[in-house]
């Protein structure tokens, strides 16, 4: 099998970022040559060369989704940077459930714009149904977007191994998760979250570099672990996205490694990795 070159990377980087925006840096020519030839072995999709050329031409939608999935990482776990999590409590939650702080129609709209396989956005539901009493009378709904189909399959299904549930507590554990069939093959234990959590999530696709259409208006978006992946230009031209489906303030997290400062947006910090819609 044939290997990467730096040519046929950079045809790759051309093309990650024209479908999708990435900034695939030479630093990640190595990942992606290993999971390239991994790919074509088990496929039997011939050389390297080959399947670039193929992609160039004239490629389906599900071809494009298969090297998504290549060049993607989803790494998650349950209640990540808990303190965005405080912050909603603090901010959001205490008002709603205390009737001090309401919102347009009783409806709270959160968004979990790169959701991977699902540990982000049932982090928002179980923290919804824990704070948000029914008697509050709030229609709560969590959109879960993702373009990786692994990751779309894996937020659908909401089952996940004992080393899948790290930052998930056991109170809550046994709160919002029931025992499913152990994982074929090596028999691990497998959780699975229950249906008053899963019924508060949508899990669709989503390009983030195109049109949101018929998305929001949002109260909060989780947009975490996302902009290190694209470039100065595309970061801001995602973040002027969001904030045409943000309501006025609304909430905006991104990863704690990561900063909105120097973009230009309308946004205002409210605290580290944490921004307001003015």
């Known amino acids: 099998m044939s290997v990467l070159t730096e040519t046929t990377f950079k045809r790759i980087a051309d093309i990650a970022r024209r479908r999708w925006g990435l900034s695939l840096g030479e630093r990640k020519m190595q990942l992606v040559a290993n999971r390239l030839t991994s790919h074509l072995r088990k496929s039997g999709g011939g050389e390297i060369e080959d399947y670039v050329s193929r992609l160039e031409r004239n490629p389906t939608e599900d071809d494009m989704l298969v090297l998504f999935d290549i060049l993607s990482t989803n790494v998650t776990s349950f209640f990540r940077d808990p303190a965005h999590f405080a912050f909603l ?3 959001l939650y205490t008002g709603l459930a205390k009737g001090t702080l309401a919102l347009p129609g009783k409806r709270l709209r959160i968004w979990s714009a790169a959701c ?3 540990a982000e956005p049932y982090s928002l539901a179980m923290q919804a149904l824990e704070l948000l009493p029914p008697a509050a009378g709030y229609d709560v709904k969590i959109l879960a977007t993702d373009l990786a189909n692994k990751a779309l399959v894996g937020c659908r299904e909401g089952i996940y191994t004992e080393s899948q549930l790290s930052g998930l507590s056991p109170e809550r554990r046994a ?4 025992k499913a069939e152990p994982k074929p093959g090596s028999g ?7 249906d008053e959590v899963k019924r508060l999530v949508e899990v669709r696709r989503q390009n983030l570099v195109e049109p949101y259409t018929g998305l929001g208006p949002f109260d909060v978006i989780f947009l975490r672990n996302v902009m290190i992946y694209f470039d100065r230009e595309t970061r801001r031209e995602v973040v002027m996205r969001m904030h045409g489906v943000m ?4 909430i905006i997290a991104v990863g704690s490694a990561e900063t909105l400062s120097g973009l230009d947006v309308p946004l205002k910090a ?5 921004y307001l819609r003015s």
Do not use: C, D, T
């Open 175 to 178: 709160k919002f998760l029931i």
């Open 270 to 274: 409210a605290a580290p990795s944490i």
């Open 89 to 91: 409590e603090r901010e």
């Open 188 to 194: 691990e234990p497998r959780w699975r979250v229950k």
């Open 247 to 250: 309501r006025p303030g609304a």
């Open 116 to 118: 991977s396989i699902g």
